[in-house]
């Protein structure tokens, strides 16, 4: 797989006004996205989700670190508005009433990144057209103002709009939080098509789980500026290492009530501010397993095989592997799948 | 659950019609002949989408339904009251005091303007007629059981000073500092990140428990009735479509519709395209005074269209609106 996007040790300060202090939004995150695959940042608001994203659109300028977007750098100066990137990295906003212009028709929404791409008028009539099947929107919305859309279909807009200038990336920031349960999960089938059709390349930023497990090949999981473990989407959900994984996917609520959470590992308060961090492990004030050096030094890295990797001095306690898999969303497909599937007419 | 042996009703809503005219065209019928009944010490989750009534239900039970819009039949009984009767004065009396609410977005409904201990303080001089000491002491005690760090700090904190999770917290302390009967939680934790979430809904829960009051739980998170409540209802275009225990309802789920949100929530596809219908082929099915599900229903047959469904019982405690409920 060749990778499409390349993220090393960036980091994201912002100063503060009238104060020496910093904000410390991201901290040495690496990652990288080949093509087809999907890379998900999860974590709680305020981990430095977003902030990741618009450092590789470029549109704002990183402290420290690298983004390379297909062997070519990003920074304020080379980015997504210039000509030769111009289209190949999308982005999907959160909130799709709010991303589409209320008085533009849906049609000129769609083809409006092409407008700068310099194509002619009836070619581009045409792809929109095109867009407009293929996220499954009817012809006659492209004459509709987005207020007369119901928020599914505003979202199929803002995706239509994304892919319509064949990008190499998309950045989907939180693009299903705002739908409703039925909505959200056919967005995410749309998405899923799409992928496979264009062989795009997804950065997926998400709080939402349950969705997260379905949509990404691979999930990377923030806390306050720094990606305290990837792996494999199966690695990270039947296995989680980390104490902040493992506190982030037993809160999550799954409706069947005989699924009980697992509370060995319960996070206690809320992320704290990133306005000069410890020098320790940032979850030290909340980890039920703190230790002495955990308040001393930043954990490194440790590789526990196909690229699964844990920024824990005490991952190995953490989990009793004799217990198998936690993957309680596997449990809950099981179960729905029985109880779903029958009683059909 | 309650201790008392047999539980009695403390909210009754019989057959509440709630609609909102529209310039020019027939009214916005928001709330559809609502059957509903809470006992004592029951916590009971409704669930719909955006746009199914949730909302103005619990403003119907609160007297709260703002003009133009109006409350055209039925009644809200509270502790044997009807509610309608009360003089405004009354009504003012009961609310924060008997029935208390919970509302989402916290920091945009607390005064910016006053510190957030005072907004607690408030409510206990006004509801209990308390002397502004007292009242103090009693907030400070209320921002200390809903486990805000740092109490005596935070009380002179404005509400942009705190957290998304502790301006929340600050909100259900305003909720039961009366130690309310009856509690109606809006989409609280709506806002709230997953681990936040969790650790208030839990408090929550304790809080109402040691009161031994009963609340309404609406969300659009069918997950947290799963793990939080006793019962769950289903409201879909203003309706109860189904309504149950809360583990006779997730091992077997009645209504089409219940089942469609269900599936929502599987990874499966094939499994979701079994009960819904792709968007195009979704009609209103409104006109023909059938069931108002038939459009977006798999099992639709031409009754359905026809004839409007009655709630009824499939077993004690359990009832569906439907023609042709899921059998298994």
Known sequence: MSVVLSVQNLI?????????SVVQ??????FSVSRGETLALVGESGSGKTTVGRCILGLIDPTGGEITFQGNRIDKRNNVRSRHLRGKIQLVFQEPAESLDPRIRIGVTIGEPLRSLGSAREDRDKQVREMARRVGLEEEALYQYPAELSAGQ???VGIARAIITDPELIVLDEPTSALDPTARSEVIDLLIT???????????ISHDLSTVRYLSHRVAVMYLGMIVEQGSSQDIFSRPRHPYSIGLLSSVLLPNPRLERHSEVS?????P???DLPNGCFLASRCPFVEAQCSERMPDADDIGSGHLVHCFKHR??????????DYYERFQAEAEKLLSSGQQ | MATTPEPSTILNIEGLHVSYPVYETAPVRALRGIDLQVREGENIGLVGESGSGKTTLARAIMQLISRPGRVDSGRIEFAGRDLSKLSEEELRAIRGDDIAMVIPNPRTELNPLVTVGKQIANVARYHLSLPRKEADAMAMAMLDAVQIPDPKRRFKAYPHELSGGMAQRVVMAIALICSPRFIISDDATSGL?????????????????????SMLFITRDIGITAHYCHQVAIIYAGEIVEIADTASFFDNPQHPYSVMLLSAFSHNPKLRGMWSKPEELIENAEAGGGCLFAGRCVRASDTCLKEHPKMRSIRPGHGVRCHHPVER
Not at chain 1, 194 to 204: G, I, M, P, S, V
């Open chain 1, 12 to 20: 994201k300060h912002f100063p503060i006004a009238g104060s020496r």
């Open chain 1, 25 to 30: 939004a991201v901290n040495n995150v690496s």
């Open chain 1, 154 to 156: 505003q979202q199929r």
């Open chain 1, 194 to 204: 799409l992928q496979k059709e264009l062989d795009t390349a997804y950065l997926f």
């Open chain 1, 267 to 271: 996070l206690q308060g809320e992320i």
């Open chain 1, 273 to 275: 501010s990133p306005i």
């Open chain 1, 317 to 326: 306690d953490v989990i009793d592997d004799e217990k198998g898999t936690l």
């Open chain 2, 193 to 213: 990140d997953v681990t936040v979430q969790t650790q208030v809904l839990e408090l929550l829960q304790d809080l109402v428990q040691q009161q031994g009051a």
